[in-house]
């Protein structure tokens, strides 16, 4: 849609430049998104750690309740 205008109006570098505008940003936008998608993995990776290392520090109390 863009190029189509731009050749309309026959002002080739500008409708180019709203392209290479709009794909700089949807890169940086995709590429910020795999970076906050990574950081989210990260973040529940370290809590599913967190809870792991809850649980059996509990169960050792609890064992040493028992005992």
Request: hydrophobic share 30%.
């Given at each position: 849609?863009?190029?189509?205008?731009?050749?309309?109006?026959?002002?080739?570098?500008?409708?180019?430049?709203k392209?290479s505008?709009?794909?700089?940003?949807?890169?940086?936008?995709?590429?910020?998104?795999?970076?906050t998608?990574?950081?989210?993995?990260?973040?529940?990776?370290?809590t599913?750690?967190?809870?792991?290392?809850?649980?059996?520090?509990q169960?050792?109390?609890?064992?040493?309740?028992?005992?």
């Amino acid at each position: 849609m863009t190029i189509k205008r731009a050749y309309k109006n026959g002002s080739v570098p500008g409708g180019f430049r709203k392209l290479s505008c709009f794909f700089v940003y949807s890169e940086f936008a995709s590429k910020l998104h795999n970076m906050t998608h990574k950081y989210f993995e990260e973040v529940q990776r370290c809590t599913d750690k967190n809870t792991i290392h809850r649980k059996i520090a509990q169960n050792k109390q609890e064992k040493r309740k028992i005992c």
